[in-house]
């Protein structure tokens, strides 16, 4: 049960239990506004997701949050680079040569053959793209943004609204 509902179970609970069953405060009418005020949103949000899931045969990824070497994806917590596709997150990616992006660190976006690649170059953008890496990507007709990983974040977020396939490839820490 999602924690934010535990309240309405509670509430549930106690009026089909028959305890507050002739209290007119926890009749029908309250528990209805009860649950609507606190899963409404939620489920409205769920609901609105899964129509884009269906309408465009795609998942849709949120980052919810995002510090230096941490990054909170759909729920889960991920403590390494990761890449994000519309089919889930790799996390503990690892790149070649460190810092510099090299074409054999992106497998994993190739395959998933995306529209537009978001490139997190880290907290201080320290991880860099070389240009052989940009052209290779551009050939594939892939459009590549690199920025740095907190503004990745938002941009990833907010292009997954408008294009079918986004892929994220986030540097975490510098």
């Known amino acids: 049960m999602h924690s ?4 309405a179970a509670s509430l549930y ?3 089909t239990s028959g305890a507050n069953r002739n209290n007119s405060a926890n009749g029908p009418t309250t528990l209805r506004r009860t649950l609507g005020c606190i899963c409404g949103l939620k489920l409205r949000t769920l609901y609105l997701r899964a129509f884009i899931q269906r309408r465009f045969n795609e998942t849709i990824m949120k980052i919810t949050n995002y510090s230096f070497g941490h990054i909170e994806v759909d729920g889960l917590d991920y403590s390494s680079d990761v890449i994000i596709t519309p089919e889930g997150v790799q996390g503990g990616w690892w790149r ?3 810092h510099n992006l090299a074409i054999e660190d992106l ?3 190739i395959a998933a053959k995306p529209d537009t690649l978001i490139i997190g170059s880290g907290y201080y953008g320290r991880m860099r793209v070389p240009g052989v890496t940009r052209s290779f990507l551009t050939g594939r007709g892939i459009r590549v943004e690199v920025v740095q990983t907190s503004e990745a974040v938002e941009v990833f977020n907010k292009l997954q609204q408008k294009y079918a396939r986004v892929v994220a490839a986030l540097h975490l820490t510098c």
């Open 96 to 98: 070649k040569e460190g």
């Open 4 to 7: 934010d509902c535990g309240h």
């Open 107 to 109: 497998d994993t976006v």
């Open 13 to 15: 609970s106690q009026h």
